[in-house]
């Protein structure tokens, strides 16, 4: 069958809000869903839920909902998944990831969710600096310094 519509980027419908403004509530949304985050693990927390036993949950019920998409919308572009691949995503997953919400639910059953809130906000400004300090800024300049 032929396309009748036209090409694929014409065909698909077009939202009348501007692009930028559509950017900002994609960000004030995820900023709410930040937010809800903390409070939620917050009362799981207090209610009892172990701080070993919340991230596998967490990694469960993300993992159930992203594969679908991330199966079918990336079929012909991702690599080869090999045994060296997969051990590599173990691995990030295991130390970048479980060990980072490892750490956040230990600060936040001993913090606020307040507090969970305003220090994620400097978690930007730390990376760049170990990043300088270790020479991987993204910035030329920044790698010469001595």
Known sequence: MADVGG???TSRMRCSVPERFQLHLAML???FGYA???VVSRAALNMGVSKLVFPVYRNTIAL???LPFAYFLEKKERPALTLNFVLQFFLL???GITANQGFYL???ENTSPTFASAIQNSVPAITFL???LLRQAPFPYLS???
């Open 36 to 38: 809800g985050f903390h």
């Open 106 to 108: 230990l600060g936040l």
């Open 130 to 132: 170990m990043a300088a």
């Open 29 to 31: 949304a995820l900023q």
């Open 7 to 9: 090409s694929a980027s």
């Open 64 to 66: 159930l909902l992203l």
């Open 144 to 146: 010469s310094l001595s």
């Open 93 to 95: 997953a295991l130390v």
